[in-house]
């Protein structure tokens, strides 16, 4: 990355600051499957990751983020986290991009929202008779 785009573009990068700290304080633990680094202060209280490509929190996998929190001391290259058999693999978020998972009734999907239940009846200022004052169904009346 040039001196330039990493005085403009922060959001695409460590800044030169960053860069800069990270070279003199930091010391390198790890690397996870995306690309991201990740360092620690030589005293081992200061600990941070520098993202391969967009920064985004939601790009860090779970066991680094525990080590990122101190929540566990050790980081995962010298303790994994045991895999449970129902978890799946890990990835990163993907709402707001075209591999966001959409619902099936989600207008951005295309799709339509079935109709409403037959007992459903939308308030009308004024109300109805036989209703309370402002109309709408009453909660679990049929």
Same mark, same amino acid.
């Given at each position: 990355?040039?001196?330039?785009?990493?005085?403009?573009?922060?959001?695409?990068?460590?800044?030169?600051?960053?860069?800069?700290?990270?070279?003199?304080?930091?010391?390198?633990?790890?690397?996870?499957?995306?690309?991201?680094?990740?360092?620690?202060?030589?005293?081992?209280?200061?600990?941070?990751?520098?993202?391969?490509?967009?920064?985004?929190?939601?790009?860090?996998?779970?066991?680094?983020?525990?080590?990122?929190?101190?929540?566990? #001391?050790?980081?995962?290259?010298?303790?994994?986290? =045991?895999? %449970? +058999?129902?978890? *799946?693999? $890990? /990835? &990163?978020?993907?709402?707001?991009?075209?591999?966001?998972?959409?619902?099936?009734? #989600?207008?951005?999907?295309?799709?339509?929202?079935? =109709?409403? %239940? +037959?007992?459903? *009846?939308? $308030? /009308? &200022?004024?109300?109805?008779?036989?209703?309370?004052?402002?109309?709408?169904?009453?909660?679990?009346?049929?």
């Amino acid at each position: 990355m040039g001196l330039w785009s990493m005085l403009f573009r922060w959001w695409d990068g460590p800044t030169l600051g960053t860069a800069l700290f990270t070279r003199r304080h930091g010391q390198e633990v790890g690397r996870d499957g995306a690309g991201n680094i990740y360092y620690q202060s030589k005293d081992g209280r200061r600990r941070w990751v520098i993202y391969a490509g967009e920064n985004d929190a939601s790009r860090v996998p779970p066991e680094w983020h525990l080590w990122l929190h101190h929540t566990r #001391a050790s980081p995962p290259t010298e303790a994994p986290l =045991p895999q %449970r +058999a129902w978890e *799946r693999p $890990w /990835r &990163p978020n993907p709402t707001g991009t075209p591999a966001a998972e959409l619902p099936p009734g #989600a207008l951005a999907a295309g799709g339509r929202r079935p =109709p409403a %239940r +037959a007992d459903y *009846r939308a $308030w /009308r &200022p004024g109300g109805e008779a036989g209703e309370p004052r402002g109309g709408g169904a009453r909660i679990g009346a049929r």
